[in-house]
């Protein structure tokens, strides 16, 4: 019995190594943020398995269940709905359960947003802090101080509606000048790349209001 963490492209779907698609097409079953939207991608490869519902809103319930349904077959899948399971999505918490039970984990290496982001940016790429999504409200303001003072390249997530505030923050504790990337659409048709200082950044945010998902990297402190 084992569980394989299988990364799925964060936009193009081209983006899937030949190595995640024989897992998929050999596995049992396979575990999935979103039935729907997995579907998709399972259809555009011309695989058909079985599929479970695990996300983050059901991961605590469910552990159990899950865990005796692997430990049922010979190979199970989780897939997220975008990019490798466990970074800033659904997994850990059964990635630690198997190891607890003495179930295989094996992660496949492939798509994540922060990687070409980070490579894309121009900041200092040798050493870096990644933060992820931050708080919508307990917490956030200590994050963001934290980062302030930080001495790698720290790299944050971000939905759309938050850009503008936390590039406001970020501003308002990390000074003007800090340098600043914010990467969109990666991999997708509308991929784009703004470089420039926080202060910058902030009017571009103001101006152009970008769609999609976003990255934004942050320089390390000056000493």
């Not at 049992?28 to 479970?52: A, N, V, W």
């Not at 897939?79 to 466990?86: E, L, N, Q, R």
């Not at 200092?124 to 101080?145: C, D």
């Amino acid at each position: 019995m084992k569980l394989a963490l299988v990364p799925t492209p964060v936009g193009n779907l081209e983006d899937i190594t030949l190595r995640a698609i024989r897992y998929l097409q050999e596995c049992d079953f396979i575990l999935c943020e979103d039935t729907r939207y997995s579907s998709k991608l399972l259809q555009h490869l011309g695989i058909s398995k079985p599929l479970m519902s695990y996300h983050q809103n059901n991961e605590h319930q469910t552990l159990g269940k899950v865990i005796q349904k692997i430990q049922s077959y010979n190979l199970t899948c989780l897939i997220t709905d975008s990019g490798t399971p466990a970074i800033s999505d659904p997994g850990f918490l059964l990635v630690r359960e198997c190891i607890k039970e003495d179930i295989e984990v094996e992660c496949l290496p492939g798509a994540t947003a922060f990687v070409p982001a980070l490579v894309m940016s121009g900041l200092p790429a040798e050493k870096f802090v990644f933060e992820g999504f931050l708080p919508h409200k307990k917490g956030r303001e200590t994050r963001i101080k934290k980062i302030a003072q930080e001495d790698k390249t720290v790299i944050l997530y971000e939905s759309p509606h938050r850009l503008q505030k936390t590039i406001d923050q970020l501003l308002a504790f990390c000074g003007e000048e800090r340098e600043c990337a914010v990467v969109r659409e990666i991999s997708k048709l509308h991929q784009e790349v703004y470089r420039g200082t926080l202060l910058s950044t902030q009017a571009w945010v103001k101006e152009t209001s970008p769609k999609g998902e976003f990255v934004i990297l942050v320089s390390p402190v000056k000493d």
